[in-house]
């Protein structure tokens, strides 16, 4: 583990604790925290329905990143989180456009490069692009949870 993700897990359970213990309103922290927030509240989201949370936050080459990386059952599932508000007009699944979706294959496949090198066999794994949409409320409590499963077409793969 990463001293950065030290300090984002870290992050992640100060922020959570004080918003259980109402010393903090979601809308009152800076988006990156915020962010941090809504990703754990879709992992334990996630934890609940049996996947295996493996990686969070994992950056490949180029500044590129995947927000979840988890298991379900016997395949990879790699997980983009995407938070807006519930009267948005701009909806979740319109910010996955051609060029995020590019770097969510780019960003996988060193991934799985690293996997192969750490000696993990990947010949037969099972990889699957998901996508969870979260809707909150005014003051910033997550809602609605939508999660596209195989978001990302195969013929998009470049793995």
Known sequence: MSLKSILQNRKRNKTFRQIRRGTVEINTLPPYERGLYYEEFVCRWLKKRGYRILDRNYYGRRRREIDIIAKDKDTLVFIEVKARRRNSVYTALKAIDRKKRLSLMLVSRDYIRQLE??????????????????????????????????YLEPKHELI
């Open 117 to 150: 090198r750490s000696g993990i066999d990947v010949e037969d794994l099972k990889i699957r692009y998901d996508v969870v949409a979260l809707a909150f409320d005014r003051e910033g409590v997550p809602g609605c949870i939508d999660h596209y499963i195989s």
